[in-house]
């Protein structure tokens, strides 16, 4: 197994995660402050990509698509948060799954509707080719501005919710809620601003991934349990956690894709190998959460005392 | 309540006319949703085209097309097809893309004694012993371009090959063709998830193999990502990329534009074929559909104008199941593709043409034919085919 | 007054076949089959949701279970359905049991997570299966014999057979509610400490009702597979058990035919609106929202308390 390969695949986990990330992060603190779970998260990502893509191709400018679209999922995730999602912080985890299940069906026909099943948007041109990391790998540059973003991102986070005094505010509504409230936090305005925030990185997000996946209807399902697998992972509230665990699920299910099959192939009969590989690794993420479950049952970071 | 009743009244069937060969219904199954919906949707327009050139009819009798979407789900495509042939009694079913749905509506469609005639995808499982009297395939037999591209990188002279599918019977079918025509040595066989977009850890294994050509059998949206990725990553220029005729198709080209250059590929169909009915179906198709035709298009007038000639040559007489079966295996059309005939278990016998993706006289960029890399191939399990 | 409905909706069941055969409504019989079949999973869904208070997402897993078992046996020649289909439901209530018992240890949104991660890992068991089909899917040579001189083949034969298991399931389920089992799940359901503090073993009385809708969950996965005569993975992915979910919620959480409700409800519907709109799921959608925001006791909910009230 050469080096190369290793680097490689790492970058590619790295990438992942990061991206991974960026979605956990918005839903851990949803969950984390307002005790909701949001299956409709998954859609507000779609809705950032079918903007960036709708945005690129009317300014001629993928990055000022990107953050059009940020600020338009941002307005659509606060308007969401106010009109619907307002009404089940006070209601049971099993009500909250199923309305926002069914504003992830309602989601998934609008945007059909609207824009139709699918949208193309490309890598801006400048990026579309590759980069000499090290001799003997060319990494593709588009992926590798993804990583920037993501660390960027993850930076400006930390800083926001160390350093600020809105950061401050989150962080206590996330650990202590009744407290925070008794403490005269305006929580109302608070919950607003988070979901918009958490939006925004959805949008972030979806716009980035847009490119190398595809901009489709139901884009939100696939990602979407991923990102919970990670906030389970990291601890619900937790913005470390959620990066600790999205980076662990990103190059876990990337090496184990990558690396399994083979590996399989040195003890099983090929056949069997390669039936059971791609399957196994499939599953490997779900065995590390449910191991994970079993002796930290909060969570790697739980930000709950 | 009223809309309730309307809606019950309107679904059920007119049950007092037996049905009257007054018209042809064909039931179109097909992928028209999620990221391979141009697939469908070429299919369906090449189809319709035939159809409208005849004045809206198949072989005289007026035709009803009826599309279902079976968004690449057999399970969904299963209920299309119990509602075609059971509420809507179709003639013909038609339409399918992947070979997964047509593995999971062919066993319905043949109970019912009702003719399937596969545009695209023609698993393997039908050439041989479970080849079936009303089953037929108008594309070619699926493991056949794999055959053709496995011949043409053995000709080449290239040593070191990496193969790559989607772990389904398409892949699994183009894997036993390649392999069957191919001599060299195989470095890496991979296989991805139906579905899957993003291949960066598949190229990072490519990278690690150091092949000198690659073949890859990644249809509509996953071969539209993988080719981006795979320029992305640099690996272009040393590794030659080669496709079925699908893989670089009009739709893949108007994603991927210049890079495509220089790209080979395997097909049954070039745009640039000389002949008349060939010509005519590219013009005719610009015009309606103001883009030029794939593949898959070409498919799917072809499977028109077979169903056209064929209920021509029964004189309409659908009902008789016998002689329809007999003027739809004599193929008695002129073929957009040249010649055309069906072998004993009802799947193409055809030639198979090297294309390269090139610019054209007017600055397209398009396929040009380079030659012919097997001819009246039919496939390797025909002999086990029983019917006559 | 309640009695009289259950009557004449029984009366109709048996009736339909009888009138939609004249009528042409072959199609429709096979539909009224699989609504039957949903009803069935729902049903064991709402047994362990509704009753039980779990919130499994999920049990999509049990049902599939239940039909590859099916599917399995029959693709090794085993087509008896005296055979499978007990197989079926005792595999998937096995599985059920296993997965329960990791899973009950967790509480609240690990718990939710948890039983769809296992949801999760079962179906790409089911994608790897490549022997049985994988990605593909497992189409069923003939559906399952069942002896008597009866021929499943026979839409309006199994249709009977369907409407009998079902009828025998909520038959099954009243007797277990209104039993001392059914009182102290729904006891736990309400205050899992106070039982606890009284000193029931409730881990063992939870494991015991999400074994137990397992394992009915598996006998409508077993029919299910015979309804398409097609297994595949798709019937294991987590929408599927999202779907069960808005069945058993649109129908009445805890309620005896909330299943049975919800699955006519949902699956009526989206036959009704997809003959006019491929944008089904808009309607179902808002449907499903309108009801967890302004009538959380489902149809059947609504129904109890304009009769009361």
Redesign the interface.
């Known amino acids: 197994m050469s080096g190369i390969l290793l680097l490689e695949q790492s970058l590619n986990g790295l990438q992942f995660g990061l991206m991974l990330f960026l979605l956990a992060a918005g839903l851990t603190l949803v969950f984390g402050i307002m005790d909701m779970i949001n299956l409709a998260h998954g859609s507000l990502y779609m809705v950032g990509a079918f903007l960036a893509a709708t945005f690129a191709e009317l300014t001629g400018s993928f990055w000022l698509a990107v953050g059009l679209s940020l600020v338009g999922t941002a307005l659509i995730g606060m308007a969401l948060e106010m009109s619907v999602l307002r009404r089940l912080y006070a209601r049971d985890h099993l009500s909250q799954v199923l309305a926002t299940f069914a504003i992830i069906l309602i989601a998934n026909e609008l945007v059909r509707i609207i824009w139709g099943p699918q949208v193309p948007l490309s890598t801006p041109p400048a990026l579309a080719g590759p980069v000499q990391i090290v001799p003997g790998l060319d990494y593709s540059s588009y992926r590798l501005v993804i990583i920037a973003v993501g660390l960027a991102v993850a930076v400006l986070l930390y800083l926001a919710v160390a350093r600020t005094r809105a950061g401050m505010l989150v962080r206590a509504g996330a650990s202590n809620r009744e407290m925070a409230i008794a403490m005269g936090v305006n929580i109302k305005r608070l919950f607003t601003i988070v979901f918009g925030f958490g939006a925004a990185l959805c949008a972030i997000a979806g716009a980035m991934l847009g490119p190398i996946l595809a901009v489709q209807v139901g884009m939100g399902e696939s990602i979407l349990i991923l990102a919970f697998v990670v906030i389970v992972i990291g601890g619900i509230g937790s913005i470390r956690g959620a990066l600790v665990g999205a980076i662990l699920v990103g190059v876990v299910d990337t090496m184990g894709r990558a690396f399994l099959p083979a590996l399989l192939r040195e003890f099983l009969r090929a056949d069997l190998a390669s039936a059971l590989g791609p399957a196994l690794a499939s599953i490997l993420i779900y065995v590390l959460m449910a191991a994970i479950l079993f002796w930290k049952p909060q969570g790697l970071f739980p930000a709950r005392g | 309540m009223k809309r309730?009743l309307l809606?019950l009244a309107?679904?059920?069937?007119i049950?007092f006319s037996a049905h009257a060969a007054d018209k042809v219904k064909v039931g179109f199954i097909s992928t028209l949703?999620?990221?391979n919906?141009a697939i469908g949707g070429d299919i369906r327009d090449g189809f319709n085209l035939a159809i409208k050139l005849a004045g809206g009819k198949l072989g005289g009798l007026p035709a009803e097309v009826i599309v279902a979407?079976d968004q690449l789900?057999?399970?969904v495509a299963?209920q299309n097809a119990?509602?075609l042939l059971?509420?809507d009694r179709v003639d013909f079913v038609t339409g399918t893309v992947f070979?997964?749905v047509v593995?999971?509506i062919a066993?319905?469609v043949l109970e019912s004694k009702t003719f399937f005639i596969g545009p695209n995808a023609g698993p393997a499982q039908y050439t041989g012993a479970q080849c079936n009297p009303f089953f037929f395939v108008s594309s070619w037999p699926s493991e056949a371009y794999s055959e053709a591209a496995g011949q043409y990188v053995t000709q080449r002279g290239f040593k070191n090959v990496v193969f790559l599918a989607p772990?389904?019977?398409g892949g699994k079918d183009a894997a036993n063709g390649f392999k069957r025509y191919y001599k060299g040595k195989l470095a890496e066989?991979l296989?991805t998830?139906?579905g899957q977009?993003?291949y960066?850890?598949e190229l990072?294994?490519i990278?690690?193999a150091k092949p000198d050509a690659l073949y890859v059998f990644l249809p509509g949206?996953m071969g539209i990502?993988f080719i981006?990725?795979f320029?992305?990553?640099?690996?272009s220029k040393d590794i030659q990329l080669v496709v079925p005729l699908w893989g670089s198709d009009q739709d893949i080209i108007r994603?991927v534009g210049d890079?495509m250059l220089g790209l080979f590929s395997l097909g049954h169909w070039t745009i640039d074929l000389d002949n008349p009915a060939n010509k005519r179906f590219v013009a005719e198709f610009e015009k309606e559909y103001k883009r030029l035709p794939t593949g898959y298009a070409a498919s799917g007038y072809d499977t028109g104008l077979l169903l056209d000639a064929s209920i021509r040559k029964v004189k309409g007489k659908i009902e008789d199941k016998e002689a329809l079966r007999a003027a739809l295996k004599s193929a008695d059309f002129k073929s957009v593709r040249g010649d055309f005939k069906f072998g004993a278990n009802q799947f193409p016998v055809q030639s198979y043409y090297l294309q390269v993706v090139a610019k054209t006289a007017d600055g397209k960029i398009a396929h040009k034919t380079m030659g012919t890399v097997l001819t009246n191939r039919g496939d390797a399990y025909v002999q086990d085919c029983k019917m006559k | 007054m309640r009695r009289w409905v259950t009557l004449a909706v029984a009366a109709a069941a048996v009736a339909f076949p009888l009138v939609a055969q004249p009528l042409g409504w072959d199609f429709y019989i096979g539909f009224a089959s699989r609504i039957m079949i949903y009803a069935l999973a729902a049903s064991s869904l709402n047994l362990v949701l509704g009753y039980g208070g779990m919130v499994s997402f999920g049990h999509a897993a049990f049902v599939g279970a239940g039909a590859y078992t099916v599917a399995i046996l029959m693709a090794e020649g085993v087509a008896s359905a005296w055979i499978a289909w007990p197989l079926a439901v005792v595999l998937a209530g096995a599985l059920a049991a296993a997965i329960g018992a990791v899973c009950l240890r967790t509480r609240g949104v690990y718990f939710i997570m948890i039983t769809l991660a296992f949801a999760q890992m079962i179906y790409y068991v089911a994608v790897g299966m490549r022997a049985y089909g994988g990605e593909e899917g497992l189409n069923l040579a003939a559906r399952s014999a069942v002896g008597f001189g009866l021929d499943l083949k026979d839409d309006v034969t199994f249709y009977y057979v369907v409407l009998a298991i079902l009828a025998a399931a909520l038959f099954a389920l009243r007797r277990a509610m209104d039993a001392r089992f059914g009182r102290v799940i729904e006891a736990i359901r309400e205050n899992e400490t106070r039982m606890e503090a009284i000193g029931f073993p409730t881990y063992r009385y939870k494991l015991v009702c999400f074994a137990l809708g397992g394992a009915v969950a598996g006998l409508a996965g077993a029919l299910l597979a015979n309804q398409n005569s097609y297994v595949n993975p798709n019937l294991l992915y987590w929408p599927q058990s999202g779907a069960l979910m808005i069945m058993v919620i649109l129908g009445g959480v805890g309620y005896l035919y909330g299943g049975l409700i919800g699955a006519v409800a949902l699956l009526v519907l989206e036959e009704l609106v997809s003959g006019y709109t491929i944008h089904w799921q808009l309607g179902v959608g808002a449907v499903l929202l309108a009801i967890v925001l302004f009538a959380p006791q489902g149809l059947a909910g609504l129904l109890a308390r304009r009769r009361d009230g």
């Open positions: 309730t809606a309107t679904a059920v069937p049950v949703s999620g990221p919906a979407d789900n057999p399970d299963k119990d509602r059971k509420r070979s997964n593995l999971a066993p319905q772990n389904y019977q066989e296989y998830k139906l977009l993003d960066a850890a990072a294994q990278r690690a949206g990502n981006k990725q320029v992305a990553s640099g690996m994603a890079p």
